[in-house]
């Protein structure tokens, strides 16, 4: 698109920078003036100011620190969560275990009638599902 400026990058300034900045202001330096030399729109530079004067820190560049404290509840709660999730896993292995039991049972019952019919003779443990035609019928 010809015509529109191309939008900036986010730009990150340290601390030490923004302080810079607001102590130009408090001495008089024009914003607008000190807007064009560091490249900052005023809308930040007075936005940096009310903080210093708020007595609010200015924002660190990137991800805050985390605090010994701060790490140990993430490993105690990752922990908890582990420990749960185990609990889950036994259980449901436990669960299979006794399915697992249970069809071996089922398996050596049956097993074991086939076993006892076919040795013996004897008929299948179920009837035929075909309608009997009789040989007498004309």
Known sequence: MKGQPKPRPARRFSSEFKQAAVDRMRR???????????????KILYAWKERSQQG??????????????????????REASAQL?????????????????????????????????????GTNSTRSSKPRRDSKAD
């Open 56 to 77: 609010l820190p200015f924002r660190s560049l990137g991800r805050p620190r985390l605090t010994a404290e701060d790490v140990q509840r993430t490993q105690q709660k």
């Open 85 to 121: 999730r185990i609990a889950e896993l036994e259980q449901k292995v436990g669960q299979q275990q006794l399915l697992i039991d249970f069809f071996e049972q089922a398996l050596r019952r049956t097993g074991a009638l086939c076993q006892l019919n076919s040795e013996s003779g």
């Open 28 to 42: 008089g330096t024009s914003v607008s003036a000190l807007s064009r030399e560091l490249d900052v729109r005023r």
